[in-house]
């Protein structure tokens, strides 16, 4: 493998965007002409924001992405294969050439699809973790543990199951308010109860412990609450020691403008963060990522691909909220942008084990995306409302999430959260002016923003 050779003259032109646009990101050039054969797995803004990425690369062979959505396919080929269906997976990867395969959700790597692939002759590389290390996701309670083992900072916490709901009773009193509840098991993002009333939390451990997640809530683990202001920080990983930290990013998690409502999957986000500072993040690195990164390699837990960390700024000091063994949706729809270099050798590097020379390097621009969604969404929403306004700009780029297109080339909705409006800005304002004019220009049905994205950043700004 030789080295990148990072030539900040050379421009690749991405699939269908102007030239002029100021989305042509792939400035890294490689001197390999080893081409590769991507299969990218997912159907979310996350996943067409990483079909964007990879499609820059001038080491692409050709892209596929299973399922993918009605935005995907202007990057690649839409596959109708689900992420969960491995035996499909690697008969299409086999007959396909596949090099390497992206996995952007959590489902198929908390389900073992590294190890299913590792144990076959010939497979294509993975990108992300072993089964064992998908559990910093798939297990909130074996995530605490991990934090505990290696002393990295996080909330004060124990875990209780139906047997020892009364000791957890007795522990939620020894706590102040308000209570933080959490289904230990996957919980489509909807398994943290945060209450005010020390009753109320005790009829709501009761309910999660008789099922309320079904098995997900088997175990629950109660933390004390943190306050503060928090952000994803990304960290692409091989396994072997070698690191690479992406662009940090803040996402907005309430369906509210001010932060209230239900919680979403998350209606936009922002990068850079003003406050994740250069002294910030060498704590974060000092403190959670050399010992996460080092932990995993301690316990032989094989780990090659993206550690999401959600990260919690108390008092200028950064503790972990939870992992995730995936990027972030919305935060990826902005941090691809952020990422100057070509990301494909940088995923070959993660998967093969031998990231330690590549460089990665972050655009200075700001970057910011707005989710429209679906009317209703977080709870109940209407599908299938036609979609009109996503001709991509020059100053925005559209990723699709939750939408689909018919036979006839229509494009409806088909999720909660419908397309992630990205942009970027020489500033936070003029990104986000990108941003809204996008969102703005998209039209269907029952559509909801929220207006305030970044406001809170703002605030935060050193005069
Ligand atoms: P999680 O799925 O663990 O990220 O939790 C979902 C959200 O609940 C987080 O993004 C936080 O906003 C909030 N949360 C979780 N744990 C805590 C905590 N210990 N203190 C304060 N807020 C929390
Ligand atoms: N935006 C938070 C997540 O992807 O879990």
Request: include cysteine; charged fraction near 25%.
């Amino acid at each position: 493998m030789s080295i990148q050779q990072n030539l900040n003259t050379m421009r690749y032109p991405v699939n269908n965007q102007p030239e002029k646009s100021p989305f042509n990101a792939g400035e890294t050039i490689s001197e390999q002409t080893e081409k590769l054969s991507v299969l990218l797995l997912g159907s979310g803004g996350r996943e067409c924001a990483l079909a964007w990425k990879i499609a820059s690369s001038p080491r692409l062979e050709k892209l596929f992405i299973a399922p993918g959505n009605g935005g995907t396919d202007a990057y690649g080929e839409n596959i109708a294969i689900s992420p969960l269906d491995f035996e499909a997976i690697a008969d299409f990867s086999t007959a396909n050439n596949i090099d390497m395969i992206v996995v952007g959700n959590e489902d198929p790597l908390v389900a073992g699809i590294y190890d299913y692939f590792s144990t076959r002759e010939g497979s294509p590389l993975i990108v992300g973790p072993s089964k064992a290390g998908a559990a910093l996701e798939g297990s909130k309670d074996f995530a605490k543990q991990f934090m505990v083992r290696h002393s990295i900072p996080t909330a004060r916490y124990q875990s209780f199951t139906a047997e020892t709901v009364e000791d957890g009773c007795n522990f939620l009193e020894s706590l102040k308010a308000p209570y933080v509840l959490k289904a230990d098991g996957l919980a489509a993002g909807k398994g943290v109860l945060i209450i005010d009333s020390l009753d109320e939390a005790k009829k709501a451990l009761r309910e999660m412990l008789d099922g309320m997640f079904g098995k997900s809530s088997a175990t629950v683990v109660i933390e004390e609450f943190l306050k503060g202001t928090e952000c994803s920080v990304f960290v692409l990983t091989d396994g072997n020691g070698s690191y690479r930290i992406l662009p940090v990013a803040k996402d907005y998690k309430r369906i509210g403008e001010g932060d209230t409502g239900p919680n979403t999957g998350g209606m936009g986000a922002v990068s850079p963060v003003v406050f994740a500072d250069k002294e910030f993040m060498r704590k974060v690195e000092e403190r959670i990522v050399l010992p996460t990164v080092n932990g995993l390699i301690s316990e032989g837990i094989v780990y090659r691909g993206f550690i999401f960390l959600g990260l919690i700024e108390v008092d200028g000091e950064p503790m972990v909220i939870e992992y995730n063994v995936r990027m972030g949706d919305p935060e990826t729809e902005v941090v691809m942008l952020r990422i100057a270099s070509d990301l494909l050798p940088l995923l070959e590097g993660a998967a093969k084990g031998n990231l330690s020379d590549m460089p990665l390097t972050e655009d200075p621009r700001y970057a910011t995306t707005v989710m429209v969604v679906s009317g209703g969404y977080p709870g109940n929403y209407p599908k299938g409302k036609p979609i009109c306004g996503t001709d991509n700009s020059t100053n925005a780029i559209l990723f699709h999430a939750g939408t689909k297109r018919e036979a006839d080339g229509t494009l409806i909705t088909s999720g909660g959260r419908v397309i992630a409006c990205s942009a970027y800005g020489e500033d936070i304002d003029k990104a986000l002016a990108n941003s809204y004019a996008a969102a703005d220009s998209v039209t269907f049905e029952g559509k909801y923003m929220r207006r305030d994205i970044g406001q809170d950043l703002k605030k935060m700004r050193k005069a």
